[in-house]
């Protein structure tokens, strides 16, 4: 009897089992964000201090705007489903026609009107804004400033410094988080956390996760250079089957009905499809006006010290002046530079080392010209002097050409002072450009050249 007793509870047991089994679901995803020197409320007053700078460059719709009370209110829904520490995000939207949308640290949110206006539906809109906020849950800037922080000091040192006003300090340590700040720009896997940890935000929220994923997915179709979405992807790099792992993450979660779009949802659409928002071109012809500037540091800041040191990249090896930095990492565009010579936006010395993938199949002489009409685009000051001229680095051929600009840093009598750009562009194996723009303000470009030229004579493409 006792066994026979066994058996059926067995038996129970497993029919148990077998019925409850569809429905074992797997964990959902858990945030764990990376080790960070940052404390909450620093992430906060961060924000804060951050935004109150982005607004001042950027045209906002007013606060009073339906459309950015409706996207507050969207906003603040989704946020309060946000998991872990909990911050008070804010919602804005920028009068601007490219596809695009960032957070920063400790909770403001930012996203383009022409976001809403590409958004087919109000859980695309939706999964955008839960993608930023869950950028702010996974502290992804900060962790990234900690990361490089860390590399430039001990620990020790930083510890004292993160005690004290965080503003000087941050400055000190080149880290800024404003508008194009590398911080900003995320990794891959970064992408892929805040879409998962947004699927999550999401589906609490009632709205179908895999929106997201679709709309990411339309406009990686479209995204190319010149592309109406490019800067979204620059800050967003697409992590690949993005759909995949959405539904994989929705998979775990009971299935549910989501709702419709709702009827403010329609009459902002139709209210946004009659507005014309800036371009980014006449956005940047705006803030150079109202004159995006950097104070002039005291030469012993910027000159080049004589030792250099190696950095190596997935695709390129360099050596550069001791007292310089990297910003940026192994896989992704890099910026080497003095401290004193960038902010959050502009770069007065230095040099940007990128890539570039021409339309089509360009011959070196097309694809630089490409290259050169993009730069241009993104910035109207840009003037090409003289002719290209072939160069060879290393054996790798490539082009050379002088450029004028206007450098961020005012000249004395606080008028504009000239800058000058030296592009050189190399073909590689797969028919992309490895590109460099080598900055400095014309008066001191002179002293500047022998470390130009002593970085790309160390220059090894892989
Ligand atoms: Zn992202």
């Not at 699927?199 to 995204?223: C, H, N, W």
């Not at 800058?419 to 723009?437: H, M, N, T």
């Amino acid at each position: 009897m006792r066994r026979h007793s066994f058996f059926v509870r067995g038996m129970a047991l497993a029919m148990m089992f077998s019925m409850v089994a569809p429905q074992l679901l797997e964990a959902r995803y858990k945030p764990k964000p990376a080790w960070n020197l940052f404390s909450r409320d620093q992430e906060v007053q961060i924000g804060k201090e951050t935004s109150a700078e982005v607004e001042k460059k950027l045209p906002l719709l007013n606060d009073s705007d339906p459309v950015t009370r409706y996207v507050q209110k969207l906003g603040a829904q989704l946020a309060s489903h946000a998991p872990g520490q909990q911050y008070p995000y804010t919602f804005k939207v920028i009068n601007q026609k490219e596809i695009n949308a960032f957070a920063l640290p400790g909770g403001p949110v930012y996203v383009n009107l022409g976001t809403i206006q590409a958004a087919d539906n109000e859980a695309q809109l939706a999964g955008v804004l839960s993608h930023e906020i869950s950028h702010v849950v996974m502290r992804h800037a900060t962790a990234a400033a900690s990361k490089q922080a860390l590399a430039q000091a001990p620990l020790a040192i930083l510890g004292g410094l993160m005690g004290r006003g965080i503003g000087a300090q941050l400055a000190q340590l080149g880290i800024s988080f404003g508008v194009g700040s590398y911080f900003l720009r995320n990794t891959r896997k970064a992408e892929s956390e805040a879409d998962l940890v947004g699927t999550g935000i999401l589906y609490d929220s009632g709205y179908d996760p895999r929106q997201m994923a679709v709309f990411f997915d339309k406009l990686g179709k479209e995204s190319g250079s010149g592309s109406r979405a490019a800067e979204f992807f620059s800050d967003h790099p697409n992590p690949g089957n993005r759909a995949a792992s959405v539904s994989k993450e929705v998979a775990t979660l009971s299935a549910k009905k989501y709702q419709a779009d709702s009827a403010e949802f329609r009459s902002i659409k139709s209210t946004v499809a009659g507005m014309k928002p800036l371009s980014a071109q006449e956005i940047a012809a705006l803030q150079k006006q109202a004159g995006g500037t950097m104070t002039a540091a005291p030469s012993s800041e910027i000159t080049p010290s004589s030792t250099y040191k190696a950095m190596e990249h997935d695709v390129f090896r360099i050596t550069y002046p001791e007292n310089w930095q990297v910003f940026g990492d192994n896989s992704s565009s890099v910026t080497i530079a003095p401290k004193a010579g960038v902010s959050e936006n502009a770069l007065a010395y230095g040099v940007i080392i990128n890539a570039y993938q021409p339309e089509g199949r360009a011959s070196l002489d097309d694809a630089t010209h490409q290259l050169l009409k993009v730069l241009q685009q993104a910035d109207s000051n840009m003037k090409a002097v003289g002719h290209d001229e072939d160069i060879r680095v290393n054996g790798v051929p490539g082009k050379s050409i002088d450029l004028l600009n206007v450098s961020p840093i005012r000249a004395q009598d606080g008028g504009t002072q000239r800058e000058r750009d030296w592009l050189v562009a190399l073909g590689r194996q797969d028919g992309s450009l490895l590109y460099l723009v080598f900055v400095s303000t014309e008066k001191d470009f002179d002293q500047m050249r022998p470390a130009f030229e002593r970085m790309l004579r160390s220059l090894h493409l892989k």
